[in-house]
């Protein structure tokens, strides 16, 4: 293969696509190999931003063009809403999620998940419960001093509000809000309500450019369009794909290969939740697996928790297609991650690990980002001869 057009839907970050180019040219530069060329950032599309990938693999030159769809202002918007606003939503669909059955529904299938579920709550009440705690004190103190009897219970209000300004001010450090916005967004998406319907365009969008790569594959010789979908974007990435699909009926017919790869997805939570966005979901999901010519691969690592660790997507439906087929589910085989010194947010290893899918060197049996996307093997021929992980819960063994 000589030419390749990877098309990548990022996570529920608001990070520029210049992040994106250094975390894979760095991982490009600690390899013993040549690293490969990678241009500047420069605009694709109207939706998408990139970069070229020059490799040399195996003495044969690769030629790799790299773009991120964006959506990231949808994100940015959403996690960037008053503090009022997101706590009074985010709780309320986090104990919506609880009552519906969805959390019963995701420790049916895998714990981790269904454990990272309390981890924004915890926080939260672990922030205000400490300042509440500090303003008794400060109020009871104060009322040995001869303040009124009514000080510590002041010490307390005004503590529970430190507390709650304090896990604003260490975000970067414990991602207590963002984890929270980021269960409300997907359990929005699952209902259709705001912000699903803004996202709903972008993936029209993303499904043309994805078309129009397509058609123009054969002019611009390119061998395989390859999908990526990293956490949130796993979601997206696969909708895309899907109407894609329905727009153009021959779109995997051989103009050039058409793969789909799915990375620590966290699109799970969508389907254990249930309703009309995740019912859409499902009929996608359905629509890719159930292609004959499409190679869908979904890595994930058990002790990644953002993401459904080695469980078919297919599993997650409420109706699953037992007519479709399931994607190939393998493991990352990583567990442990350094901290990104560029990137304060990735100190908290679990945030670390969740982003080491796209920077993770080759180890035997695990799975190498880099070479995938500038690699002379298409996604099919890498991973045709890989079984499904021994510990992979599928719908169909």
């Not at 490799?55 to 960037?80: H, K, M, S």
């Not at 969008?205 to 390119?222: G, M, P, T, W, Y």
């Amino acid at each position: 293969m000589k030419r390749r057009r990877v098309l990548y839907a990022h996570g529920f970050d608001p990070a520029t696509a210049e992040r994106y180019r250094r975390l894979i040219a760095r991982s490009g530069a600690e390899r013993d190999s040549a690293p490969p060329v990678i241009s500047p950032v420069a605009q694709m599309s109207d939706v998408s931003e990139g970069w070229r990938i020059t490799a040399d693999a195996n003495g044969e030159r690769v030629e790799t063009v790299f773009e991120i769809l964006r959506y990231e202002d949808i994100v940015r918007q959403w996690r960037n809403r008053h503090l009022h606003k997101r706590l009074w939503s985010g709780l309320g669909g986090w104990f919506g999620f609880i009552f519906n059955g969805g959390l019963r529904r995701v420790f049916a299938v895998s714990k981790g998940p269904g454990g990272l579920f309390f981890y924004p709550v915890l926080m939260l009440a672990l922030f205000i419960g400490l300042g509440v705690f500090a303003g008794r004190m400060a109020g009871v103190g104060a009322e040995m001093l001869g303040a009124p009897d009514w000080a510590s219970q002041v010490g307390r209000v005004i503590g529970a509000l430190v507390g709650l300004f304090l896990s604003v001010r260490f975000e970067r450090a414990f991602f207590t809000h963002l984890m929270l916005s980021l269960f409300d967004f997907l359990f929005k998406i699952a209902k259709e309500e705001f912000p699903s319907g803004r996202l709903e365009m972008r993936v029209e969008l993303f499904a043309h450019r994805i078309a129009e790569c397509v058609r123009s594959a054969q002019e611009k010789k390119v061998d395989e369009i390859l999908i990526v979908g990293h956490s949130l974007g796993g979601l997206v990435a696969t909708r895309a794909l899907a109407r894609a699909m329905e727009q153009d009926v021959d779109l995997t017919g051989g103009r050039a290969k058409v793969s789909l790869l799915t990375l620590g997805s966290v699109a799970g939570y969508v389907s254990c939740h249930g309703g009309v966005g995740a019912d859409r979901y499902a009929m996608d999901v359905a629509r890719v697996a159930s292609d004959e010519d499409m190679t869908w691969v979904d890595v994930s690592a058990p002790r990644d928790w953002f993401s459904f660790g080695l469980v078919d997507p297919l599993l997650l439906l409420t109706d699953p297609p037992l007519e479709a087929r399931s994607p190939k589910v393998i493991s990352a085989k990583f567990g442990k991650s350094k901290p990104d010194p560029d990137d304060k947010r990735t100190r908290f290893r679990a945030m670390g690990l969740h982003m080491k899918y796209l920077s993770a060197p080759d180890q035997e049996g695990g799975f190498d980002f880099l070479a995938v996307i500038s690699g002379e093997l298409t996604l099919k021929e890498r991973f045709e001869g890989r079984r499904n992980s021994p510990r992979a819960k599928m719908l169909v063994q």
